[in-house]
Nanobody, 118 residues
Framework: QVQLVESGGGLVQPGESLRLSCTGS????????MAWYRQAPEKQRELVAS????????NYADSVKGRFTISRDNSRNTVYLQMNNLKPEDTAVYYC???????????WGQGTQVTVSS
C-alpha cells in the first residue's frame, strides 16, 4: 500500500497562486493513477484533477480548467497541483488520491487546507 502526505496549503488572496504537493511512500509510485479532490464545508467531495500513472493523460473539473495544472514526478514519488488565479470558491480541504493500476485498491491523504480570502 502507499501512504500519501500532502503539503503546500495555506491562506492566499484572490488571484494568487499555490502549489500543492503529495508525496507517496511504501509502494512504487508509478503504478498508481493519481488525483486531487477537494471538499468545501457542507459540500460533497469533488474531483479537481487526475493524472495517469505515467503522466500521459490529465483531466480537470470544468471549474478549474485553465487555472490548475496537475503533474507528477515519479522519480520523486510526488504529484503536484499548481493552482493559479485562485478564487474564494476554491476554498476547501484538498485531498490527494491514489488508485493502484489493475486493482480496486485506493488510498487518501490526510488533506491540506486551502483558503482564498481577501
Amino acid at each position: 500500500q502507499v501512504q500519501l502526505v500532502e503539503s503546500g496549503g495555506g491562506l492566499v488572496q484572490p488571484g494568487e497562486s499555490l502549489r500543492l504537493s503529495c508525496t507517496g511512500s511504501g509502494d512504487s509510485f508509478s503504478i498508481y493513477n493519481m488525483a486531487w479532490y477537494r471538499q468545501a464545508p457542507e459540500k460533497q467531495r469533488e474531483l479537481v484533477a487526475s493524472i495517469t500513472s505515467g503522466g500521459g493523460a490529465t483531466n480537470y473539473a470544468d471549474s478549474v480548467k485553465g487555472r490548475f495544472t496537475i503533474s507528477r514526478d515519479n522519480s520523486r514519488n510526488t504529484v503536484y497541483l499548481q493552482m493559479n488565479n485562485l478564487k474564494p470558491e476554491d476554498t476547501a480541504v484538498y485531498y490527494c488520491y491514489a488508485r493502484r493500476l489493475l486493482s480496486s485498491r485506493d488510498y487518501w491523504g490526510q488533506g491540506t487546507q486551502v483558503t482564498v480570502s481577501s
